[in-house]
């Protein structure tokens, strides 16, 4: 058992590489059909498929955004580990 434990949540503008390449690899399956007739015959709509990659392009262009942006330069303070 450990006496200590430490959780780490960052919001990093190194993910965005992660992010567009779940969308680029969604796209193709998605160009496909490929899985599309598994999720649809459980009652999703398939306009949801739409939906889950309009958010992600959103979200890609909010990390976009924000390393675009002159206040990213200056780096965080630091947090204080006791």
């Known amino acids: 058992m450990q006496p200590h434990a430490l959780l780490c949540l960052a919001n990093n503008t190194c993910v965005k590489k992660t992010f567009e390449s779940?969308?680029?690899r969604f796209q193709k399956l998605y160009r496909k059909k490929a899985y599309v007739h598994?999720?649809?015959s459980e009652g999703l709509e398939a306009s949801r498929f739409d939906e889950a990659i309009g958010s992600l392009s959103d979200l890609i262009r909010m990390y976009d955004d924000l390393e675009?942006?002159?206040?990213?330069?200056?780096?965080?303070p630091r947090m204080e580990v006791l």
Do not use: C, L, N, Y
Not at 68 to 76: D, I, K, N, R, V
């Open 68 to 76: 675009a942006s002159p206040e990213h330069e200056e780096p965080p």
């Open 22 to 24: 779940q969308r680029d």
């Open 38 to 40: 598994h999720f649809t």
